[in-house]
C-alpha cells in the first residue's frame, strides 16, 4: 500500500491531467484533492522567488534571486543586466502591472518599468529607493511605493516625492481599497484618507510584528504577520477568532475569484471559506515531511492558482478530472481488489479490510471489523436476487447485501479453488473462472465443465450472442452450444494472460494481456496491437467501452483509441490518446491511479470509469476528456537577419537586406494550463500556401529566398487538430540585388547580343577556310563513323537485352511480357500443357520492417534462387515486381497440384540466411491457372486474361491465410471472350457456369466474390 506523503515528490508515480476542462479550483476539494504542478526547470530556475505576477497578455512574471523571468507555459525568458541595463539589478525584489499594463520592477538598484518592448529606469541612484519592498496604484493611475525609508509617490509626470518619512518607516505592504491606502509597517497600520493620515496599533502581543501583507477581503481588511492572522473591526486590529490559527505565522493573503481567503507562511497554509469554515492542512509536517516556506500566492486572470516556495520553486494548482475515496473518505482499507454494482447503480467493492457500498459518494462498510479473508476476494457478482458472489483464493461464500452477512451454501468444499471471475448468463447461471478449470453452477448444483490441465482462466466475458469467452494464461477460448474453441493469436513466448475481456459495438472482441498488449477480433480474424502500433505500454490491466471509444487502464494511466481504428481489420497502428497520464505532477490525492496488478477490476457506470487502486476507489468522467483546452495564443518572439534583429510588431513590412536571402524566425505561445503539450504549424505566404507541421520546435529558418514580398504566420495548438483562431504573423521584403536586378538582365541580354553578333562574322571569315579542311576530313570521318555505327549497333542489341533483366535477381522481367513472341516465344513454353503461376512472398513488408530494405533485397535474390532449383531450365522464371513472381511452364495435368505443392514446401523449408548470421523462415502464396483455357485460346492474344485471373487467385489464397496455392482450369470449352478484359471481376460467373474449375492447398480455402477485384486493387495500394 502505498502512504499519502510526498516526502520524495518529484520521484512520486502520479496521475495528472492532460486535458483540463477548467482552470478554477473547486471550493469544494480540499487542499490535497488538487493537483500540484511543479513547473519544468527547464533554466535551473531557483527555489527562492521574491514576487509573481501576470501581464495583460497573459505572461506570469517572476522576480527571482536568478533575474527577472517572464514564463509563458511552454518556456522561461530570462531578463539580465547585462542584455538590458535599465532593468538595474539582477536581483528584482518586486513586482507589479499597472492598470495601463505597464510592469513595474522594484530591486536594491531602484525601479523599472516594461512596456512590453523594452525597459526604462524611472528611479536610481536613490538611497531611499535601494528599499522598495510594496508598490500600489490609486484612481488616478498614481503609484505608490513603500519602502524602509518612507512612503513615496510616482505621479503621471514621473516625478518622485516623498509623501512622509516618519512614523511611516519599516514598510512591507500596501493595499489601495476604496479611497484609503492601508500602509503595513512594524507593529502599526497606517490608513490614508484625502491625504489625512491615521494609524491602528496593532493588539497585544504583535508590538513588534511586521505587517507583511495586506488583502481586503468580504468586506474586511486583513493582515498578515509572523505572529498571526489579524482583521481590523473598527478602529483597531483584533486576531482571528479561529483558535486553529491563534499564533500561527503567516507572510501572505490571497482573496481569490471563489471569494475564499488563502493564507501562506514558512510553515503553515491556510483557507478559510465563504461561510467561516477555515482548512488548515498540516503542510509543514505530515504532508510535506519539511517546510515548505511558501513565499507568495497568486491568482492569475483564468482562475489558476500559483504558489512560490523555497522548496518546490513554482507550483501551480488546479482541478483534477479523477475523483478518488479511500481510506480517508471511510473505506475499510485503500487496498480495492474487486469492483462490482448492483442493480440499483451502488458500487460494491473488496478490500482486504472487508466489503463496502458506495452510493452518492456515501460509504457504508457492510463488514464488521472482525472480517478475515477480505484479502483473498479476487472477484465479485451480484446475483438476480441482489445476493453477492464473491470469489477468493479459496473458492465461492455468498454474501447477503440486505443483511451485511455472509450466507452458508451449498458449495462445501467443491470449489476449493481460486476464483479469479464470475458472470451470470441470462439463464441466471453463474460461470465460474478458476485456475483449474471453468465451472458452470446452476441453482443446486456445481459443474466442472471444461478443465485446463494447469492453466489458469484469469477472465470471462459473456457476448451479445450468448458465446463465453474465456482468456487463459496461455491464449483466448470461446465457449457455446456446449464447445469449446481455442483461438489462435500472435503472442510472445512469456506469460501473456489475457486479463480483460470486451465485446465491440459491431461484434468484434477485444482482450487485453499482461505482456502483449490488445488483441483484436474483427470478422473472424485476429489482429494483435503492442507498443509498436502505437500502445503506451504492453501490460494492460483493464479495458472497457463506453461511446465510440475503447478506455485503457494502464500502468502509465489511463489512454483512449476510437473503436472505428480497432474494427478496421486491416489498420497497421491505432492513434492512442492519453487521458490521465503518469508524468512529472505531484498531489497526494491521485497517487497510484491504476492498480499494477492483473486483477485490475474496473466497470462503466453509465459515463463514470471506476477502477480499482491500492488507494481507494477511483472515478474518471469519460466526458470530461473531450473538453478540449482552448487553443494557446501564439507570438513571434524574435526575428534575426544577416546579424540583425528586427522588431515584430513592425506596422509595415520589414526590408531584408538585399545580398542575403535567408532569415531565422523564433517563436512560442501563451498556453499556462498545459505548456508542454503546444505544437505548431507555420507557412511563408509568398513561397507556398501550404502549412508545415514544426511539431514542438519553436524556429524556422528560410533560406535561398528569391525577390518578393513574405508573411509568415504561425498558429498554435495544445489538441488534435485544434488550431488557433488567432494567427500570429511577421510581413518582410526580399529585395533584389544586383544580379537579380532589371539593370542587369538588361546588360546581360546587350552583351549576348553583342558575342552572337561577333560569333556569327567570326563565322564568317573562317566558313572558307574551315570547308576545305572539313572536305578533307569528310572521307576520312566517313570510315571512321561506319566502324562506329557497327559498335553502336551492338551495344544497342546488348542494352535492348538487358532491359529485360532484373538488375537484382537476375531474372526477366515483366516487360518480357509485352513482345513474348517476337522476342522470347512463350508459345513455345506452355505448347499443349501449361500452368502460369502468380507467385508472392507472404509478408515480405515485416522483413524490409524489421530488418532494412538491403536484407530484403537479399532474401528477394535468395527467394529467385529456390524458384529456379525446382523449375527446369525451359520455365520461364520472371520477377513481377516487388516481391511478386510469375512462373510459366509444361505440366500435365496430374503434375500440376504435386509443382505447386513442392514450390511451397521448397519455400517453406528454405533457411533464409540474414547478413547478421541468423536465419529467418518465409512462405508464399501461389495463383495459378491451367492452359488452355477454352477453346481458341491462343497465349499471345489471351496472356493479359490469363495474369489477370492468376492474380484474383493469388488475392484468394493471401484473403485465407497465406502459405498455400489455387489452381484455375477450364471445365468447358466455350468461346468465351476472355481478351475483353476485366476477366478477374468475372471469376464468379465463370466458376458459377462451370467455365473454370479450382483446386486448392487446403480445404478451408474459400473463393471470396464480393468484389474480387476491387478488394484486390485496394490491398495492393495498401501494400
Request: proline share 3%.
Given at each position: 500500500m502505498c502512504s499519502n506523503k510526498v516526502v520524495k515528490i518529484v520521484a512520486a508515480f502520479v496521475c495528472a491531467l492532460v486535458v483540463t476542462s477548467a482552470v478554477a479550483l473547486d471550493p469544494e476539494r480540499t487542499y490535497f484533492q488538487y493537483e500540484f504542478?511543479?513547473?519544468?526547470?527547464?533554466?535551473?530556475?531557483?527555489?527562492?522567488?521574491?514576487?509573481?505576477?501576470?501581464?495583460?497578455?497573459?505572461?506570469?512574471?517572476?522576480?527571482?534571486?536568478?533575474?527577472?523571468?517572464?514564463?509563458?507555459?511552454?518556456?522561461?525568458?530570462?531578463?539580465?543586466?547585462s542584455e538590458y541595463p535599465e532593468l538595474l539589478s539582477n536581483k528584482p525584489t518586486d513586482l507589479f502591472i499597472d492598470s495601463t499594463g505597464l510592469l513595474y520592477v522594484a530591486s536594491r538598484s531602484g525601479l523599472s518599468a516594461f512596456d512590453g518592448d523594452k525597459f526604462k529606469a524611472l528611479i536610481k541612484d536613490e538611497p531611499w529607493a535601494t528599499h522598495i519592498h510594496a508598490i500600489a496604484e490609486d484612481s488616478s493611475g498614481s503609484i505608490w511605493l513603500g519602502s524602509d525609508d518612507g512612503l513615496w509617490i510616482l505621479d503621471q509626470s514621473g516625478l518622485s516625492q516623498q509623501f512622509y518619512a516618519s512614523p511611516f518607516d519599516q514598510i512591507r505592504s500596501l493595499l489601495w481599497h476604496g479611497d484609503k491606502l492601508y500602509v503595513g509597517a512594524v507593529g502599526v497600520l497606517h490608513i490614508i484618507e484625502n491625504n489625512v493620515q491615521s494609524s491602528i496599533e496593532l493588539p497585544t502581543g504583535f508590538e513588534r510584528a511586521r505587517v507583511r501583507d495586506i488583502e481586503s477581503h468580504q468586506g474586511h481588511i486583513w493582515m498578515a504577520t509572523r505572529s498571526g492572522l489579524l482583521r481590523v473591526a473598527g478602529d483597531s486590529a483584533i486576531e482571528v477568532e479561529d483558535k486553529s490559527l491563534k499564533g500561527l505565522s503567516f507572510d501572505v493573503l490571497l482573496s481569490d475569484s471563489d471569494a475564499n481567503l488563502w493564507f501562506a507562511g514558512r510553515?503553515?497554509?491556510?483557507?478559510?471559506?465563504?461561510?467561516?469554515?477555515?482548512?488548515?492542512?498540516?503542510?509543514?509536517?505530515?504532508?510535506?515531511?519539511?517546510?515548505?516556506?511558501?513565499?507568495?500566492?497568486?491568482?492569475?486572470?483564468?482562475?489558476?492558482?500559483?504558489?512560490?516556495?523555497?522548496?518546490?520553486?513554482?507550483?501551480?494548482?488546479?482541478?483534477?478530472?479523477?475523483?478518488?475515496l479511500s481510506y480517508s473518505e471511510g473505506l475499510l482499507s485503500p487496498n480495492i481488489s474487486a469492483i462490482t454494482a448492483n442493480k440499483r447503480g451502488a458500487i460494491i467493492v473488496a478490500t482486504e479490510s472487508g466489503i463496502s457500498s458506495i452510493s452518492e459518494n456515501i460509504i457504508r462498510n457492510l463488514t464488521t471489523g472482525d472480517f478475515t479473508g477480505a484479502a483473498t476476494i479476487q472477484s465479485m457478482v451480484v446475483l438476480p436476487d441482489m445476493q453477492l458472489l464473491v470469489g477468493t483464493r479459496d473458492?465461492?461464500?455468498?454474501?447477503?447485501?440486505?443483511?451485511?452477512?455472509?450466507?452458508?451454501?451449498?458449495?462445501?468444499?467443491?470449489?476449493?479453488?481460486?476464483?479469479?471471475?464470475?458472470?451470470v448468463d441470462a439463464n441466471k447461471t453463474v460461470w465460474v473462472a478458476t485456475d483449474q478449470g471453468l465451472?458452470?453452477?446452476?441453482?443446486?448444483?456445481?459443474?466442472?465443465?471444461?478443465?485446463?490441465?494447469?492453466h489458469s482462466i484469469e477472465s470471462l466475458h459473456l457476448d451479445s450472442k450468448g458465446t463465453l469467452w474465456l482468456g487463459t494464461e496461455n491464449g483466448i477460448a470461446s465457449y457455446a452450444n456446449s464447445k469449446f474453441e481455442e483461438h489462435a493469436v500472435e503472442l510472445s513466448a512469456d506469460s501473456h494472460a489475457v486479463i480483460s475481456i470486451v465485446e465491440l459495438p459491431s461484434g468484434g472482441i477485444v482482450a487485453a494481456t499482461a505482456d502483449h498488449g490488445l488483441l483484436v477480433r474483427v470478422e473472424n480474424?485476429?489482429?494483435?496491437?503492442?507498443?509498436?502500433?502505437?500502445?503506451?505500454?504492453?501490460?494492460?490491466?483493464?479495458?472497457?467501452?463506453?461511446g465510440q471509444n475503447l478506455w485503457m487502464l494502464t500502468g502509465a494511466g489511463i489512454f483512449r483509441t476510437s473503436l472505428a481504428t480497432l474494427q478496421n481489420p486491416d489498420a497497421e497502428e491505432i492513434l492512442v490518446h492519453a487521458v490521465v497520464a503518469a508524468e512529472r505532477y505531484r498531489s497526494p490525492f491521485l497517487t497510484n491511479c491504476c492498480r499494477g496488478e492483473n486483477h485490475a477490476d474496473a466497470m462503466m457506470l453509465q459515463d463514470t470509469l471506476v477502477a480499482s487502486s491500492d488507494d481507494g476507489v477511483v472515478f474518471f468522467d469519460t466526458n470530461a476528456a473531450f473538453l478540449g483546452p482552448m487553443a494557446p495564443q501564439p507570438y513571434i518572439k524574435h526575428v534575426s537577419h544577416s546579424g540583425a534583429s528586427f522588431a515584430v510588431d513592425e506596422p509595415s513590412a520589414v526590408t531584408l537586406v538585399a545580398q542575403h536571402n535567408d532569415i531565422t524566425i523564433d517563436y512560442s505561445a501563451m498556453q499556462l494550463a498545459r505548456g508542454d503539450r503546444v505544437e505548431f504549424r507555420y507557412r511563408l505566404r509568398g513561397q507556398s500556401e501550404e502549412w508545415v507541421n514544426a511539431g514542438r520546435g519553436r524556429t524556422a529558418q528560410f533560406n535561398n529566398l528569391l525577390p518578393g514580398d513574405y508573411i509568415f504566420e504561425l498558429q498554435a495548438s495544445a489538441a488534435p487538430n485544434v488550431w488557433s483562431a488567432e494567427t500570429a504573423s511577421f510581413a518582410f521584403k526580399r529585395p533584389p540585388n544586383f544580379v537579380e536586378s532589371d539593370a542587369f538582365s538588361a546588360l546581360t541580354w546587350a552583351t549576348l547580343t553583342a558575342v552572337g553578333v561577333l560569333i556569327v562574322w567570326l563565322n564568317l571569315v573562317f566558313t572558307r577556310?574551315?570547308?576545305?579542311?572539313?572536305?578533307?576530313?569528310?572521307?576520312?570521318?566517313?570510315?571512321?563513323?561506319?566502324?562506329?555505327?557497327?559498335?553502336?549497333?551492338?551495344?544497342?542489341?546488348?542494352?535492348?537485352?538487358?532491359?529485360?533483366?532484373?538488375p537484382l535477381t537476375g531474372l526477366v522481367n515483366r516487360r518480357v511480357f509485352d513482345t513474348a513472341k517476337s522476342q522470347y516465344q512463350l508459345t513455345d513454353k506452355v505448347a499443349a500443357n501449361g500452368v502460369l503461376m502468380m507467385i508472392d512472398i507472404d509478408f515480405f513488408k515485416r522483413i524490409n520492417d524489421s530488418y532494412g530494405h538491403p536484407v530484403g533485397d537479399e532474401v528477394l535474390c535468395q527467394f529467385a534462387a529456390v524458384l529456379r532449383s525446382v523449375t527446369r531450365q525451359s520455365d520461364l522464371v520472371a520477377r513481377w515486381g516487388g516481391e511478386e513472381f510469375v512462373l510459366i511452364c509444361q505440366c500435365s495435368d496430374d503434375d500440376a497440384a504435386t509443382l505447386l505443392e513442392r514450390i511451397c514446401s521448397a519455400v517453406r523449408d528454405h533457411e533464409f540466411g540474414l547478413p547478421d548470421g541468423r536465419g529467418a523462415r518465409i512462405s508464399c502464396s501461389i495463383g495459378s491457372i491451367r492452359y488452355p483455357l477454352w477453346a481458341n485460346h491462343t497465349l499471345e492474344d489471351r496472356l493479359p486474361a490469363m495474369l489477370e485471373l492468376a492474380?484474383?487467385?493469388?488475392?484468394?489464397?493471401?484473403?485465407?491465410?497465406?502459405?498455400?496455392?489455387?489452381?484455375?482450369?477450364?471445365?468447358?470449352?466455350?468461346?468465351?471472350?476472355?481478351?475483353?478484359?476485366?476477366?478477374?471481376?468475372?471469376?464468379?460467373?465463370?466458376?458459377?457456369?462451370?467455365?473454370?474449375?479450382?483446386?486448392?492447398?487446403?480445404?478451408?480455402?474459400?473463393?471470396?466474390?464480393?468484389?474480387?477485384?476491387?478488394?484486390?486493387?485496394?490491398?495492393?495500394?495498401a501494400k
Open positions: 504542478v511543479e513547473i519544468p526547470d527547464d533554466i535551473e530556475l531557483p527555489f527562492e522567488i521574491f514576487d509573481i505576477t501576470q501581464d495583460r497578455k497573459g505572461f506570469i512574471w517572476l522576480a527571482t534571486a536568478r533575474g527577472l523571468i517572464r514564463y509563458n507555459g511552454l518556456e522561461y525568458d530570462l531578463f539580465r543586466v510553515r503553515h497554509l491556510g483557507r478559510k471559506f465563504p461561510d467561516g469554515r477555515v482548512e488548515l492542512p498540516n503542510v509543514a509536517n505530515d504532508e510535506f515531511g519539511y517546510s515548505p516556506e511558501i513565499s507568495q500566492l497568486f491568482e492569475d486572470s483564468s482562475g489558476r492558482h500559483w504558489q512560490t516556495s523555497r522548496f518546490f520553486g513554482l507550483i501551480l494548482l488546479r482541478d483534477s478530472m479523477v475523483n478518488r473458492g465461492l461464500r455468498k454474501f447477503d447485501l440486505q443483511e451485511s452477512r455472509f450466507l452458508p451454501s451449498f458449495f462445501g468444499n467443491t470449489l476449493r479453488a481460486s476464483i479469479n471471475d464470475l458472470v465451472y458452470q453452477i446452476g441453482e443446486n448444483d456445481v459443474r466442472l465443465e471444461r478443465q485446463t490441465h494447469g480474424r485476429w489482429t494483435s496491437y503492442s507498443e509498436q502500433q502505437g500502445l503506451p505500454q504492453e501490460q494492460i490491466f483493464d479495458i472497457e467501452v463506453r577556310r574551315r570547308r576545305k579542311l572539313l572536305e578533307t576530313e569528310i572521307s576520312e570521318r566517313t570510315l571512321v563513323l561506319s566502324e562506329l555505327n557497327a559498335e553502336l549497333r551492338t551495344a544497342n542489341r546488348e542494352l535492348e537485352q538487358s532491359s529485360y533483366t532484373d492474380d484474383a487467385a493469388l488475392y484468394i489464397v493471401k484473403m485465407n491465410g497465406r502459405d498455400g496455392w489455387v489452381l484455375l482450369e477450364g471445365a468447358k470449352s466455350p468461346d468465351v471472350d476472355a481478351a475483353s478484359g476485366n476477366v478477374g471481376a468475372k471469376l464468379r460467373e465463370f466458376v458459377e457456369s462451370d467455365f473454370l474449375s479450382w483446386a486448392a492447398s487446403r480445404a478451408e480455402i474459400n473463393i471470396t466474390f464480393d468484389d474480387t477485384m476491387s478488394r484486390l486493387r485496394a490491398i495492393k495500394r
